[in-house]
């Protein structure tokens, strides 16, 4: 059995395990299953760049205090 991404409607295979609250502030609709989703190469790839984006928002929030 091949564990597949946990992204609504994607079925690719999965490269990476994440926790699941990080995944979501990335923005990312993955299905509730448990702590931890899986993401397909594509969405992991996704997954860091909207994460570094943000990471960049909050240095900036960061910033202005
Ligand atoms: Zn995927």
Do not use: F
């Not at 990080?22 to 609709?29: D, I, N, S, Y």
């Not at 969405?43 to 900036?60: A, V, W």
């Amino acid at each position: 059995m091949v564990d597949t991404c946990d992204v609504d409607g994607c079925n690719e295979a999965a490269v990476r395990s994440l926790a699941i609250n990080k995944v979501r502030e990335a923005g990312l609709k993955v299905k509730p299953s448990g702590r931890r989703v899986l993401l397909c190469k594509q969405h992991y790839k996704e997954y860091k760049k909207r994460r570094k984006k943000l990471d960049r928002l909050e240095r900036m929030r960061w910033k202005n205090v």
